[in-house]
């Protein structure tokens, strides 16, 4: 059977020596930077990027894929223990995971967590060996109206998605499709909004405006906060759950996988939504719903298994369309571009090395972010005693390095201050950052495949509606802002969006 | 309640978009617009600046409606000092090496806290530049001189 090939494969090139470390590294490192708080996983893969810069393509794209999972990972971690969400879809897991480690439980919390993950890590692989390769087939016939639709919906998408406000996730795409024109234009060769500076005329690195937003931006922000954490420093005993909390756990887990694997092929949807979704949904079929927020295990199997689910998914439209379905995976593509491969569903074809060995380290990451969170927990929260003054001058320690070894060049830095400075701004004006990076990286793609699709249509606008692949795209992104809007849906959007929720 | 523009979140956020918007379309005004079949440089700026200014107006509405305040704390020595040390960083690199940038960006970076304890700042800089040295200069090989001029290259 093909699939069976293509995995043992995908077996043969990560289980190489070379490829296991770099899996184990980035899990590591990624778990780590993960515990650690105000910094979530985009900026901690930005961050990092500049290490791979000079490791093989695999490995390199297997090493950022750890440190992706292992940061969602280390997130849960500190939900559990601290009460306090490493990133954004953690913050379901806050809810019955801290209650339950108040009432002593946090080792079968943490441990459900581990096996949740990594029972989605699993089926999430089979799920990308079965789909990937009949999605690239469809996707090699894409045109550039396809293209263009494709990306629309994943826009609107990202946008309506986002935050609790649709408006200004609209109006933040829109701002990122703006500065992603910065730069030469490809078609004409003429500088755009570069003000004469010779820097400009090649863009803007989204690597600089991931870490001056995500992460320069998020310390200004922070050290505006007062600090205030209660760690939760009981010793973690009893790691195992009972037979009762597996029992609990199984269809949560199942369910959880289910949703988070749906929504993570939808591009443009993060992994918070997942998590409220199956959240919510653990909640309704409950017995006794009321055991919910008072340490129910079923609030932590669930939306920790959608989540991870997600998380893994989101590579499906990434390495088979070549399109980011989130803004962490256009990391991931702008890693292989620094790489020299063009993304794009040939990448399977030509590459299948690096498309197979990906998804099999996958798994391996899984089991390694497994063995490495149950038993090493103690470590972790030790390190979660480290106060952020020590933490942050280090994190811009990093990030500085990592920006000056993209272009060895002085002036992104003067750059990532400058965005930084705007990130803060956007923050305190409550304008959501997501959308805008995702509406950056596509933006270019976008404007040369509406150009293209007009050319070849002969300015005919109805092309991408004639086109039935096209058309599907443009009738689904309709659906997604009609759906939003009505008033039912809103109403409960906001009760999903907005527990008041801890940046 | 009475309207009060000066803390007024979606108000700044709009006039934000609605200022971005303007310039983004006063300077495309000099690329070639071109047609929809055709379409020239200036096209798509164009149009997406008109929905900057639209979405501007949308927002500041909403801030004229809800009267949102701006939220939270505001450390103005962290905005100054973050992104100063970001630039010296930059600037230090090129002109005196990794281990001088990186000696001078920590401390720099921990005044922004509110907390400066000197003996713990001098120890966190001096681990955290050794680390890094090992780190990115030996293990990863990133072709940098460590002291410009002296060591290095």
């Known amino acids: ?503 | 309640m009475k309207f009060d523009w000066r803390n007024n979140r979606d108000f700044f956020g709009g006039l934000m978009y609605i200022v971005t918007g303007a310039a983004g379309w006063w300077i495309a005004r000099d690329y070639p617009f071109g047609s929809a079949l055709r379409m020239g440089p200036g096209y798509f700026p164009t149009v997406l600046s008109w929905m900057m200014i639209a979405f501007g107006v949308a927002i500041m509405m909403m801030g004229f409606k809800n009267n949102e305040k701006i939220k939270g704390n505001w450390s103005i020595r962290a905005l100054i000092v973050v992104p100063l040390a970001t630039v010296t960083f930059g600037y230090l690199m090129e002109e005196a090496g990794f281990i001088p940038a990186l000696l001078v960006l920590i401390p720099f970076a921990a005044v922004a806290g509110r907390e400066f304890k000197l003996v713990e700042i001098a120890l966190l800089t001096v681990g955290l530049t050794i680390l890094s040295t090992l780190m990115f200069i030996k293990g990863l090989g990133l072709p940098y001189p460590l002291i410009k001029g002296w060591w290095g290259y």
């Open chain 1, 1 to 503: 059977m093909d699939l069976f090939n293509n995995l043992i494969f995908g077996f043969s090139v990560a289980l190489t020596w070379q490829n296991l470390w770099f899996c184990f590294i980035g899990v590591f490192l990624g778990t780590l930077i993960g515990v650690l708080p105000g910094i979530g996983p985009l900026a901690t893969i930005a961050m990092l990027l500049p290490i791979t810069f000079n490791v093989p393509p695999v490995a390199a794209l297997i090493m950022l894929a750890g440190i992706y999972y292992g940061a969602q990972y280390g997130g849960s971690t500190t939900a559990i223990l601290v009460n306090l969400p490493g990133e954004t879809a953690a913050v379901v897991t806050c809810i019955d995971g801290y209650q339950m480690a108040r009432q002593g439980r946090a080792g079968p919390a943490l441990a459900i967590a581990a096996i949740g993950s990594f029972f989605a890590g699993t089926v999430c692989t089979l799920i990308i060996a079965l789909f990937g390769p009949p999605l690239a087939e469809v996707a090699l016939k894409f045109g550039a109206p396809e293209y263009f639709s494709l990306m629309l919906m994943g826009l609107v998408a990202a946008a309506v998605l986002a935050g609790d406000n649709i408006t200004k996730a609209l109006a933040m795409v829109v701002m990122g499709l703006l500065l992603g024109i910065i730069g030469t234009d490809v078609n004409s060769g003429m500088a755009r909004y570069s003000f004469g500076i010779p820097e400009l005329t090649d863009g803007i690195g989204f690597i600089v405006i991931a870490v001056g937003v995500f992460a320069i931006g998020e310390i200004v922000l922070n050290l505006g906060e007062t600090e205030k954490r209660a760690v939760f420093t009981n010793k973690v005993t009893g790691l195992m759950p009972t037979k009762a909390d597996l029992k609990a756990s199984f269809w949560p887990i199942v369910r959880g996988t289910g949703i988070g694997a749906f929504l993570g092929v939808l591009p443009g949807t993060g992994p918070a939504i997942a998590s409220f979704s199956s959240y919510m949904i653990e909640k309704k079929m409950a017995k006794d719903p009321s055991r919910f927020g008072k340490g129910a295990i079923e609030g932590v199997a669930g939306p920790e298994s959608a989540n991870n689910a997600d998380a893994q998914c989101k590579f499906i439209p990434t390495l088979t369309l070549g399109i980011p379905a989130s803004a962490v995976m256009a990391l991931m593509l702008g890693a292989l571009t620094i790489q020299g491969i063009a993304p794009g569903p040939q990448v399977m074809t030509q590459k299948p090395d690096l498309f197979w060995g990906l998804i099999a380290s996958m798994w391996i990451g899984n089991a390694m972010l497994v063995i490495l969170n149950l038993p090493l927990v103690g470590l972790w929260v030790m390190l979660l005693k480290v106060p952020y003054r020590l933490l942050f001058p280090a994190i811009m320690a990093f990030s500085c390095i990592g920006i000056y070894s993209v272009n060895n060049s002085p002036f992104e830095l003067y750059l990532t201050a400058i965005f930084g400075i705007i990130g803060l701004a956007w923050a305190k004006l409550d304008m959501p950052p997501a959308p805008m990076l995702l509406g950056f990286v596509l933006g270019p793609l976008m404007e040369e495949n509406l150009r293209r699709a007009l050319l070849i249509s002969r300015g005919d606008p109805t092309v991408f509606f004639t086109r039935p692949i096209s058309l599907g795209f443009m009738i689904a992104t309709a659906l997604i802002i009609i759906i939003m809007v009505l008033p039912a849906v809103k109403a409960r959007r906001a009760q999903i969006t907005d527990p008041s929720t801890p940046r």
